[in-house]
């Protein structure tokens, strides 16, 4: 996972050279028992400060509430 994240950060950097506005990359992936760990990697733009954050779910339905629940900006990739 931790290639997975130096990818993303990777990627999120190029895309700010390419001024593209991306300022968020959330990558979601599934266990063989159904959990759900998403990782939410954001460029801070005005200190180019790389946060992340890591959220595991029970399941896909906790995961769905979550997602209705948050507001999901424009400038956000959902992988």
Known sequence: ???LVKDGIKTLKNMQ???LNLTELC?????????????DIELDSSTGE????YNLFKN???YENY???????ENILYN
């Open 60 to 62: 896909e339905d906790d």
């Open 17 to 19: 050279r390419e001024d």
């Open 50 to 53: 790389i946060l992340k954050e």
């Open 27 to 39: 990558i979601h992936m599934e266990t063989s028992t159904g959990e759900i760990l998403e990782v």
């Open 1 to 3: 996972m931790d290639k």
């Open 67 to 73: 997602l209705e629940q948050e507001e999901i900006p």
